[in-house]
């Protein structure tokens, strides 16, 4: 395994720890960033509680609004799947090294911009909680680890698919019920066929 190539170091991009080259005007501009997004940071942390250590913000993301990144000498998302496949496994020292993770999100994306307005104005939001837990795990799948509750995902997709082609939950419900009350066809037909017997 390399360290170095040409007098540099080599890192790893999906662990913590990565430091940029920074002038002093943009290290203060990225501590006020940083406490700008903090009510948005704490308010992710305490909604995705034990599934991640801490939530920060990301010097490393430039398109997507976050990532997550393991601990420096923790394990990456290719080991930690071996070591979930293996069928003689110390599990106590796989929990301890797969809870790792560190949420790391983009001030400069539109989503988490948006987020941090809502949240600016109430912590509680549901819609906030709702798209920290969907961020959480598109963050999972596109980082290379797997989901441990793939049919949540799915229902919380579904949930976002509706509310873009602005389907009413209890609209639904009521298209539901209307189509128990109709009465089947086929007995119908049989009847009637009864009487021309």
């Known amino acids: 395994q390399h360290k170095e190539y040409d007098g540099k170091k080599l890192v790893s991009l999906t662990k913590e720890g990565v430091d940029f080259e920074e002038t002093e005007e943009e290290k203060a501009e990225w501590e006020t960033k940083v406490k700008d997004y903090e009510t948005l940071c704490k308010v992710i942390k305490e909604t995705l509680g034990e ?19 393991t601990g420096e000498y923790g394990w990456s998302a290719n080991m930690e799947r071996i070591m979930k496949a293996q069928a003689l496994r110390d599990s106590s020292m796989g929990s301890y090294m797969s809870s790792k993770k560190t949420m790391e999100i983009n001030p400069d994306n539109a989503i988490i911009g948006e987020m941090k307005k809502k949240c600016s104005a109430d912590e509680n939001d549901k819609t ?33 698919i509706k509310l873009g082609l602005s389907i009413d939950e209890d609209d639904e419900d009521a298209d539901d019920e209307e189509e128990e009350d109709i009465p089947e066809l086929e007995d119908a037909d049989e009847s009637k066929m009864e009487e021309v017997d």
């Not at 980082?143 to 976002?160: E, K, Q, V, W």
């Open 51 to 69: 599934r991640i250590e801490k939530c920060v913000l990301s010097k490393r993301v430039v398109d997507s609004p976050c990532c997550l990144v």
């Open 128 to 160: 906030v909680k709702d798209l920290v837990n969907l961020l959480f795990d598109t963050s999972m799948l596109q980082s290379g680890f797997t989901l441990n509750d793939p049919t949540n995902f799915a229902t919380r997709i579904h949930r976002m």
